[in-house]
């Protein structure tokens, strides 16, 4: 649909709007404002913004419209007095575009609060006109009451906006739930764009925090990645008969993006973080942090202030890791074919080599990103010699973090008979590593364990939601912990059949702890052949952490905390302004003919 077309459609559509639901006449009377303000973002409200509490001559069923500066809002709320009175967090209730021409408003209102999205300028004037239409029921009549009033306000000016020369911006809440401050976490989104709106994205989109006493902006480092657009355009054109098709597109064109940010927020508190886009001068810009990545995939260097990794320059996983504090002593393995850290994704199914991940040489499709928020690499193939198994391996890495987050996937082509089929598994060689600890459910205690003592071959059977475990030498002071994030074991085709799942810890030239998702190898009938079934799907997700280990008698205790912050994210919620473009109806596709189910429906309960 060419651009002038659609303006004029949503032109008429605007006039219809106006004239049907708010047209003047010989019934229009004062509306009493109680308050009416210019605000800043909040967490309730996280956008610049007015918000005005009216009162009603009675308990009414009404519809709203507001203007600035003549032109009207199409981010306009409406609230009972009762939902956004703790400014400090999210709002609970959010009415969409597409609720106007789907559901009417039957609720009574007496004292509303209204709010609407207006990007003001400090100590400009803006005329907000709001109209009321009071209704003896959801549906329009003759007989409605309208109410209007219009109010001038002088924007605050005591706190500077960002740069307009940026035309657009969305708005992110972040809260913390668990108790813990939070400085420098890495924070992801996906966001949505228009084609016309996201040209350059990566030099134009600037991410900054909210101070929620102060109101002041700071900018934050951000990152912009993994754009992909999709550029085709509903076809409104009439039917072979000339009959149309559609008044309204059932999508539009779409760019995303991902946008990596590094945010701070108080424990048990929300914050607003504001993401501006749209500013086809902008400059690239450069931010510095302590992330750097060296050397050629897949065997890159990998160093933040806290730790050096380096991936195996074969198969791109984890080969040794040096926390900076200790750069004597590093973790490593080497002692066993391909001599990695982490080894899996994996399958044994004789007379076929039992394979792992970590036996690429190198994989067949290698992907890495690096930027000042996050570096990425991924990995993935068939896994060596068998084309039944396709398998994934990915990290994350930040800036002044001592974690990485690592991903793993395995997909069964077809069934294939095996007699071991693991993942997370990783090895050190045995004298890097003194003691292992874990949270054991069944005993619901964290047991310390002397590995360095135990018979080699000896197995440590641990639970398979385990939510950490972990290696330290207590000599040289260095733990390296894998917390358990998620794990997902799921089939399309079959469900999953796996033989009594569980994680282990064993030794002999090494030292190692694995997931055992079927492993007759190391049972009492180590050669019977249990199949991995066409369709099925595993998934892990850990962080691994290498630290420094406490003192006296939990020398796990950084894990403990680690742990209660990786399991609790920050909950992130998105919040848009309604472009000019998006209609005022909506029309969906249903797969058979039949009801919609809004046939009658009386939406007049309140």
């Given at each position: 649909?060419?651009?002038?077309v659609f303006y004029l459609f949503t032109l008429c559509l605007l006039l219809f709007f106006v004239n049907s639901n708010f047209a003047k006449g010989d019934k229009n009377k004062e509306l009493k404002i109680n308050s009416l303000e210019l605000g800043y973002p909040c967490p309730a409200i996280p956008f610049y913004h007015f918000i005005t509490e009216i009162e009603l001559p009675q308990p009414s069923i009404i519809e709203v419209e507001a203007a600035v500066n003549g032109k009207v809002l199409?981010?306009?709320?409406?609230?009972?007095?009762?939902?956004?009175?703790?400014?400090?967090?999210?709002?609970?209730?959010?009415?969409?575009?597409?609720?106007?021409?789907?559901?009417?408003?039957?609720?009574?209102?007496?004292?509303?609060?209204?709010?609407?999205?207006?990007?003001?300028?400090?100590?400009?004037?803006?005329?907000?006109?709001?109209?009321?239409?009071?209704?003896?029921?959801?549906?329009?009549?003759?007989?409605?009451?309208?109410?209007?009033?219009?109010?001038?306000?002088?924007?605050?000016?005591?706190?500077?906006?960002?740069?307009?020369?940026?035309?657009?911006?969305?708005?992110?809440?972040?809260?913390?739930?668990?108790?813990?401050?939070?400085?420098?976490?890495?924070?992801?989104?996906?966001?949505?764009?228009?084609?016309?709106?996201?040209?350059?994205?990566?030099?134009?989109?600037?991410?900054?925090?909210?101070?929620?006493?102060?109101?002041?902006?700071?900018?934050?480092?951000?990152?912009?990645?993994?754009?992909?657009?999709?550029?085709?355009?509903?076809?409104?054109?009439?039917?072979?008969?000339?009959?149309?098709?559609?008044?309204?597109?059932?999508?539009?064109?779409?760019?995303?993006?991902?946008?990596?940010?590094?945010?701070?927020?108080?424990?048990?508190?929300?914050?607003?973080?504001?993401?501006?886009?749209?500013?086809?001068?902008?400059?690239?810009?450069?931010?510095?942090?302590?992330?750097?990545?060296?050397?050629?995939?897949?065997?890159?260097?990998?160093?933040?202030?806290?730790?050096?990794?380096?991936?195996?320059?074969?198969?791109?996983?984890?080969?040794?890791?040096?926390?900076?504090?200790?750069?004597?002593?590093?973790?490593?393995?080497?002692?066993?074919?391909?001599?990695?850290?982490?080894?899996?994704?994996?399958?044994?199914?004789?007379?076929?080599?039992?394979?792992?991940?970590?036996?690429?040489?190198?994989?067949?499709?290698?992907?890495?990103?690096?930027?000042?928020?996050i570096a990425s690499t991924e990995v993935w193939d068939n896994l060596r010699e068998i084309p039944e198994v396709d398998a994934s391996v990915r990290y994350d890495f930040y800036p002044g973090l001592p974690y990485f987050i690592s991903t793993t996937t395995m997909r069964i082509n077809n069934i294939i008979e095996c007699i071991a089929l693991r993942n997370a598994e990783i090895v050190f060689k045995r004298e890097l590593i003194t003691n292992a600890a874990w949270y054991d459910a069944v005993?619901?205690?964290?047991?310390?364990?002397?590995?360095?003592?135990?018979?080699?071959?000896?197995?440590?059977?641990?639970?398979?939601?385990?939510?950490?475990?972990?290696?330290?030498?207590?000599?040289?002071?260095?733990?390296?912990?894998?917390?358990?994030?998620?794990?997902?074991?799921?089939?399309?085709?079959?469900?999953?059949?796996?033989?009594?799942?569980?994680?282990?810890?064993?030794?002999?030239?090494?030292?190692?702890?694995?997931?055992?998702?079927?492993?007759?190898?190391?049972?009492?009938?180590?050669?019977?052949?249990?199949?991995?079934?066409?369709?099925?799907?595993?998934?892990?997700?850990?962080?691994?952490?290498?630290?420094?280990?406490?003192?006296?008698?939990?020398?796990?205790?950084?894990?403990?905390?680690?742990?209660?912050?990786?399991?609790?994210?920050?909950?992130?919620?998105?919040?848009?302004?309604?472009?000019?473009?998006?209609?005022?109806?909506?029309?969906?596709?249903?797969?058979?003919?039949?009801?919609?189910?809004?046939?009658?429906?009386?939406?007049?309960?309140?």
């Amino acid at each position: 649909m060419k651009k002038p077309v659609f303006y004029l459609f949503t032109l008429c559509l605007l006039l219809f709007f106006v004239n049907s639901n708010f047209a003047k006449g010989d019934k229009n009377k004062e509306l009493k404002i109680n308050s009416l303000e210019l605000g800043y973002p909040c967490p309730a409200i996280p956008f610049y913004h007015f918000i005005t509490e009216i009162e009603l001559p009675q308990p009414s069923i009404i519809e709203v419209e507001a203007a600035v500066n003549g032109k009207v809002l199409r981010f306009t709320n409406l609230h009972r007095a009762d939902e956004i009175t703790d400014l400090s967090r999210p709002a609970l209730s959010h009415r969409t575009p597409s609720a106007y021409g789907l559901s009417q408003d039957g609720t009574l209102y007496r004292k509303p609060h209204i709010v609407g999205w207006i990007k003001w300028v400090p100590g400009e004037k803006y005329e907000i006109n709001i109209k009321i239409r009071v209704k003896k029921n959801v549906h329009a009549s003759k007989d409605d009451v309208f109410l209007s009033s219009t109010k001038t306000l002088t924007a605050p000016s005591g706190v500077s906006v960002f740069d307009k020369s940026w035309k657009n911006y969305k708005s992110i809440v972040l809260s913390e739930s668990a108790g813990l401050d939070r400085k420098g976490e890495p924070v992801e989104v996906l966001l949505p764009f228009y084609p016309d709106e996201a040209v350059h994205l990566t030099r134009e989109i600037r991410v900054v925090s909210v101070d929620p006493v102060t109101h002041e902006l700071t900018e934050v480092p951000s990152q912009v990645y993994d754009i992909m657009k999709f550029l085709e355009e509903d076809d409104l054109n009439p039917d072979a008969n000339g009959n149309p098709t559609r008044e309204t597109p059932l999508w539009m064109p779409t760019v995303t993006a991902r946008v990596a940010f590094l945010a701070d927020v108080p424990a048990k508190s929300s914050k607003v973080y504001l993401i501006y886009y749209n500013n086809e001068d902008a400059l690239a810009k450069m931010y510095k942090t302590d992330l750097r990545v060296q050397g050629e995939a897949p065997g890159l260097r990998i160093d933040n202030s806290l730790y050096s990794i380096v991936l195996h320059p074969d198969s791109g996983h984890l080969d040794q890791v040096t926390l900076k504090s200790k750069p004597d002593t590093p973790l490593f393995h080497r002692m066993e074919t391909n001599g990695a850290i982490h080894w899996n994704p994996g399958i044994y199914s004789p007379p076929t080599p039992w394979t792992h991940t970590a036996d690429w040489k190198p994989p067949a499709n290698v992907k890495f990103m690096s930027g000042p928020v996050i570096a990425s690499t991924e990995v993935w193939d068939n896994l060596r010699e068998i084309p039944e198994v396709d398998a994934s391996v990915r990290y994350d890495f930040y800036p002044g973090l001592p974690y990485f987050i690592s991903t793993t996937t395995m997909r069964i082509n077809n069934i294939i008979e095996c007699i071991a089929l693991r993942n997370a598994e990783i090895v050190f060689k045995r004298e890097l590593i003194t003691n292992a600890a874990w949270y054991d459910a069944v005993r619901d205690s964290v047991i310390v364990y002397d590995v360095a003592g135990m018979p080699e071959l000896t197995d440590l059977l641990i639970e398979d939601d385990v939510p950490w475990i972990t290696f330290f030498n207590k000599d040289t002071g260095i733990g390296f912990c894998g917390i358990q994030l998620n794990y997902v074991n799921t089939g399309l085709e079959s469900k999953s059949r796996l033989l009594n799942p569980y994680l282990y810890i064993t030794g002999g030239p090494w030292i190692y702890w694995a997931r055992a998702l079927s492993l007759t190898f190391q049972s009492s009938n180590m050669q019977q052949m249990i199949p991995a079934m066409k369709g099925n799907f595993f998934a892990e997700k850990w962080a691994y952490l290498t630290y420094e280990i406490a003192e006296g008698e939990k020398p796990y205790a950084p894990v403990v905390e680690w742990q209660k912050r990786l399991t609790n994210p920050l909950r992130i919620r998105l919040v848009e302004e309604v472009d000019e473009r998006v209609s005022r109806t909506v029309h969906e596709i249903f797969i058979d003919e039949g009801k919609s189910g809004w046939e009658n429906r009386d939406t007049s309960k309140h």
